[in-house]
């Protein structure tokens, strides 16, 4: 998803890559990486595909409140 897309009509996801992301840049933590290449390796794959999934998010949020 791109960033800035819009989603259920309400708003866009907006990334700000001037700012942190919430982790430190110290060298004893490890940084957050967003990778399925270990799980490539393992041949696993998603069965949902990232919009569906928010999709299925939102409206089961929107259920329980």
Do not use: N
Not at 12 to 32: E, L, S
Not at 42 to 65: C, I, K, V, Y
């Amino acid at each position: 998803m791109d960033p800035g897309t819009r989603i259920f009509g309400v708003g866009c996801i907006a990334f700000d890559t001037r700012k942190p992301d919430g982790t430190p840049r110290m060298p004893h933590m490890p940084r957050k990486r967003l990778s399925v290449r270990h799980l490539a390796v393992l041949e696993w794959q998603a069965r949902t595909e990232l919009r569906e999934g928010m999709a299925m998010a939102h409206e089961d949020f929107l259920r329980r409140s």
